[in-house]
């Protein structure tokens, strides 16, 4: 399983000199050198060099691989992520530039994904979205935060529905002067992905906000191996945005979370794991048909 993981800026590798500058290259472990680009699928022809490291053996234990663009890079460690190549499981991870003068201004959040952090706005989403109009096309959703008392702190997150409009927002917004204050943009620091866990026959599907006519969409490939599946809902039967699946084997449970995880659905990526949820599994009044 292809895993990311966004460690502290000293834990994570370092590329070879070489190596293209900046965000384009990813570090990877535990997986054949004869595979090296082949477990990359479609992103292959993008990929300008391999760097593989051999232990005293000569058997190949990590790895460097290069990109063309930096875009492209962190596109193929999203969409890897969660994926069983060849039986292997395989970490990913961005490599640091071998120079630390190549990385200079950079943090950890500056990795690309289709996520942006925004700070020191002086308007309302309204006022966001007209700063952003040249991109309305391509932004998947909004969220401005707020203090305790509601009022709007000046910062949030804007969501695109690719990583290369939101690295071309913001290299043209970042920094721009908006009511004689300056606009703070970087890309936002990406959730860690969920643990697997155990293997079980039940699924934990986290972070689900949109409601069961969509988790149905999201598990009806396996509409035949599924025993039960349910949203648990509050007081109010409004859905506690998480749900379970239950499929009639393991290996089938297994399939579902290789196939599924860290797959994005209307802009959330999905986060699933093995889990034995609390009795009782399903109440019959809100078990969702198959």
């Known amino acids: 399983m292809l895993r990311i993981s966004f460690a502290e800026l000293r834990n994570i590798p370092r590329e070879p000199r070489g190596c293209a500058a900046g965000y384009h290259t990813l570090f990877i472990s535990d997986i054949p050198q ?15 060099d391999t760097h593989p490291r051999v232990d005293r053996s000569g058997k190949m234990v990590s790895g460097f691989v290069g990109f063309n663009d930096s875009s492209k890079a962190a596109e193929a460690l999203h969409e890897r992520n969660g994926k ?29 994904q289709h996520k942006l952090f925004f700070s020191n706005f ?39 529905n690719s990583i290369s409009k939101a690295t071309q927002a913001l290299h043209e917004l970042d920094g721009k002067t908006i009511s004689r204050y300056r606009l703070e943009m970087s890309f936002a620091r990406p959730p860690k992905p ?15 906000p949109h409601g ?48 599924l995880g860290g797959k994005t659905i209307n802009g959330h990526m999905l986060r699933i794991s093995f889990g034995r949820p609390r009795e009782p599994l399903e109440p019959p009044e809100t078990h969702l048909d198959r």
Do not use: W
């Open 34 to 48: 004869m595979h090296l680009r082949e477990c990359f699928g479609s992103f292959e022809p993008d990929i300008i």
């Open 84 to 112: 069983t190549f060849n039986g292997h499981m395989v970490n990913l991870s961005f490599a640091l530039p071998p120079d630390p003068r190549e990385r200079r201004g950079r943090a950890v959040g500056d990795i690309p």
């Open 122 to 160: 002086p308007h309302d989403e309204a006022g966001l979205r007209d700063c952003f109009d040249s991109f309305k096309s391509d932004i998947v959703s909004i969220y401005m935060l707020r203090d305790e008392t509601g009022k709007r702190k000046g910062s949030g997150f804007i969501e695109f």
């Open 194 to 208: 969920a643990k697997r866990g155990t293997p079980h026959h039940t699924l934990f599907i986290s972070d689900f």
């Open 212 to 259: 069961e006519a969509s988790f149905r969409e999201c598990i009806r490939s396996f509409k035949a191996d599924i025993v039960h599946a349910y949203l648990p809902r509050d007081e109010q039967g409004k859905s506690k945005s998480y749900g379970f699946v239950k499929f009639n084997g393991i290996s089938k449970a297994t399939e579902a979370l290789d196939e």
